[in-house]
């Protein structure tokens, strides 16, 4: 028998109001406006969408269309959610589009210079030296050093635990490796004893951009959010500069260290690296932990697959109880299937970001509608995921859902799977990200047995990234100390 992940939609019974849609013609002769909800759902929706987006996406996808337009004037968004209408969205030129508007408060955190927040040739030039030093061959040297930490992670947590069975949550301790892992990659191993510091400083900026949309307007008053957060990033912009100084005076050598890189690729301004190592970070670390999140949860309750991943990982990287083991390498990487597998059906079920926000400047047609300009575009990896057009029994989570098919599933399935994005935009760290959660879950399969605490997985939370409410609870042991008939 095979698990079902339940219809958020369905479960939040709250929302199932009737959403009516109303089509209008575009004034100017173009293509046909998204339809909209009707008036009297309106502001519930939007409520609903900056409160707690999932069930609210569901129902304007199945009653209003895969594009439907919400607010007037300034507040106009338009909600792209089928798979159609998104390869559309990333076909136009990067130009169509802004993300430095002003309701985007990201800057604030990753300063101006980031190129999240940048356009035009200033994204380009910001982008290009990064993009370099995630090259997927670069990235593959990394692989020992993302199993050595996963491993000492385990051992710490082995150790804390003992020999007994013990219940606790997984999440802050998958949270706090996958920190590790990026800032080993960004700065080298000497950053690692610092790990504690950085989280500490990055934990007030992400509670800043969760904050409602009103309360993270500008404002010079002390003691509040906002005061801690500028607090905190001042904190961090101390440390990088700290290390970008360093790495001028002594440059390491080190063709791992990405920081190294950046410096020496004599592109960017010191400010510059500094907003692009504190981006990479922010954006690297909690969306990485969160889809390690809901893959435990995916992978624990489906019967079989903890066992199967398990077997794998056994004859890929070979039996726990040799001691002198060889390195992984990209070999053995490519040979996880079943895990590489989880995580493509993880990510499409639960992608860390619900929705992405872009302002069109210029109209934009998608499918067989004209988004106007001026509108806040959030096109969501989450309706696509679960688009019911694209994907057989689009909420049951089946990894072997991907084996085997023709190209023209194959297809299919490229377009509707879009949790890093696509086009000019598409995300920097996609590879490092799907090697990450890939060895950490064979990793995590080989060495402990897991047992949720509930039978099903918890609702979502989190409007920036999307992360099981109440974390990984379950009951962790040793593999095979924990008894199966339990
Ligand atoms: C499972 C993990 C991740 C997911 C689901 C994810 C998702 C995304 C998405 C959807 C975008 C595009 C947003 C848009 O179109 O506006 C994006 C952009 C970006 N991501 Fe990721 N990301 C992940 C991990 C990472 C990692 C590990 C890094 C780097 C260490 C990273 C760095 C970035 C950066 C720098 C951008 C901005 C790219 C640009 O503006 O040109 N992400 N990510």
Redesign the pocket.
Known sequence: MHARLPNTSQAAGKYTYPVMATVQRDPSGGGRRPPRPSPLNHVRALRGLLKDPQPVLDQLRKQVGPVCLLGYGPARMAVVGGPREIRDLFANPNESFR?GHPANTLGFVVGRGS??VSDGED?RRR?SP?QHA?AVRRLQQWIPMIVERTDEAIDDLLARTGDEPTTLDLYPIERHLILQI?LQALFGERMLRRTDEFGHHFQSLQDYLELPALRQLPHPIPRTHRARAAADRRALDRLIDDEIAERRRHPSGDPLDVLEVLVQDDTLTDDEIRDQVV???G??YD??AA?FAWMLWCTALRPGVWERLRNEADSVLGPLDVDERPAPGPEQLRALTLADRVVRET?RLH???TI???QTLVDVTVGDVTIPKRTLVLWS?YLAGRDPEAWEDPLRFDPDRFVELTDEQQAQADAAWV???GG???????A??QME?TLLMARFAQRLDVRPTDVKPPAPVGMVVNRPTGGVPVTVARRGALDPSA
């Not at 000019?424 to 996609?430: E, L, S, T, V």
């Open positions: 993300w190129m999240i994204h982008r990064v995630f990026v981006t990479l970070v954006a690297g969306t990485t889809a990510l992608p860390p970001g992405s926000p872009r990896a949790p890093f994005g000019a935009r598409r995300c920097i760290g996609f490092l990200a959660l």
